[in-house]
Every structure is written in structure tokens, then in C-alpha cells.
């Protein structure tokens, strides 16, 4: 995975999972490890279709949806596959022979952060393609559906409980595509529409109340 989408991953973090909406070019690169000049490419693209505003000190995103839309076409799932092959396991009985600290993504991610049945076939998940290859072996001549992507420093940082990030979960599912996959991008919306919808009415609602506090006479 290239370097930009962490940068790209590491807003998403911060808007979706901390609702926190401006922040410094600064910040993102110590954050993700990546060069300056790296975080400002990412950042002037995002300005260039308004998805965020630059300020003095930093910038801030002004419509998160773009910048997510952005990175689900900009990644190349298939090109992170690096190791595939097929289990005659349920799902679920998939994911509980893992090597310990894979992070679950795409289908099985989804369930295991909103919940919900198990109605999906493929496991997709970031982890030691050579334990996971021990463990469940090859099948020739089977369909694959078991899928290990290639995993990064930062994507372990900005994980927690056995599952990556809910902008890791929509793009990798929105690259998956078809009918179960557009089920699962749904219910993600869902999930996704609220934080940043609170967070700036709770942000224009502070900045109303230090305008009011500066200009009533003590």
C-alpha cells in the first residue's frame, strides 16, 4: 500500500473514529511516518475538489465523504492480495483459526464491529501470509475465499479489537464490489453518517458559545 493512502486512511481515522476535523500536515506526517512533502501532495489534491480547506497552522476537511470516495477508487485491492486459497469452513470457523493479531476486514470486519448474521462467503484479512498458509494450505483447482492482504505499521496503529478502521473497512469492501459487498458499504454509511454530522454541529455550537462569551460585558 502506498504511503498517500496512508496520509488518505489517517484524516479518516481522525474524522470518523475521533471526530476530529482540522488538523496540521505536520501532524499527519509524524502520525503515519511519511515525509512532509508526501502529506502535502494528498492535502493539495483533497483541496483541489474541496473536500478540505486550508487554514493557517493546518487544514480543515470540509466534506469527508469526498475524501473516501477518493482513496475506495485510488486503491487497488487485488494488487494486496498475497495469499489466497480456498477453505471448505464456514466463514466464522475462518476466521477463529487465524494466526493471533490478524485484522479482519471487508465482510467479516463489518460483523465483527456493527454485528449482525453471517451471510457472506469470503474472509478477507491482513495478517502473516506464510502462518496463514500453514494453516490452512492450497487448493488447486478451488475458487479462493480466503483473502490475506498486505499489512503496514500504520494500519496495525490504527486498528483495535481484531479489526481495521471503519474508512480501511469501506474502501476495501467498495474494491470487493457485487451485491454483498454493496449490502455491507450500506450498512457502513449508516454507521459513518452520524459521527461527523455530530461532531460539526458540536463544533459550531463551541464556536457560538465563545462568540457569545466575548462579547458579554463581564
Known amino acids: 500500500m502506498k ?32 515525509s512532509l512533502d ?44 498475497v495469499y489466497s486459497t480456498y477453505s471448505p469452513d464456514s466463514p466464522s470457523e475462518v476466521e477463529e483459526r487465524l494466526p ?7 465482510f467479516s470486519g463489518v460483523r465483527r464491529r456493527l454485528g449482525g448474521a453471517e451471510d457472506y462467503e469470503e474472509v478477507y484479512v491482513y495478517s502473516d501470509p506464510a502462518e ?28 483495535r479489537e481484531g479489526v481495521v478502521p471503519l474508512a480501511q473497512l469501506y ?10 459487498a454493496n449490502r455491507y458499504l450500506l450498512r457502513l454509511e449508516r454507521k459513518m453518517e452520524l459521527r461527523p454530522a455530530e461532531a460539526f454541529k458540536e463544533l459550531v455550537r463551541a464556536v457560538q458559545r465563545n462568540s457569545q462569551e466575548m462579547v458579554t460585558p463581564g
Request: glycine content about 8%; aromatic content about 10%.
Open 3 to 34: 504511503k498517500t493512502e496512508w496520509v488518505l486512511r489517517e484524516i479518516l481515522y481522525r474524522v470518523y473514529e475521533e471526530n476530529e476535523f482540522f488538523m496540521s500536515q505536520k501532524g499527519l506526517a509524524e502520525a503515519c511516518g511519511t
Open 38 to 81: 508526501t502529506v502535502n501532495r494528498v492535502v493539495g489534491r483533497l483541496e483541489s475538489f474541496r473536500a478540505l480547506e486550508k487554514r493557517p497552522f493546518g487544514f480543515r476537511v470540509l466534506e469527508p465523504r469526498k475524501v473516501l470516495t477518493y482513496w475506495a477508487a485510488l486503491r487497488e485491492l487485488r494488487g494486496e492480495v
Open 100 to 106: 493471533e493479531g490478524s485484522l479482519l476486514t471487508a
Open 132 to 159: 496463514v498458509r500453514r494453516r490452512f494450505g492450497e487448493r488447486e483447482g478451488m475458487e479462493p475465499n480466503l483473502f490475506v492482504l498486505r499489512e503496514d505499521p500504520h494500519l496495525r496503529r490504527r486498528s
Open 171 to 180: 474502501v476495501d469492501l467498495w474494491q470487493i464490489g457485487g451485491n454483498p
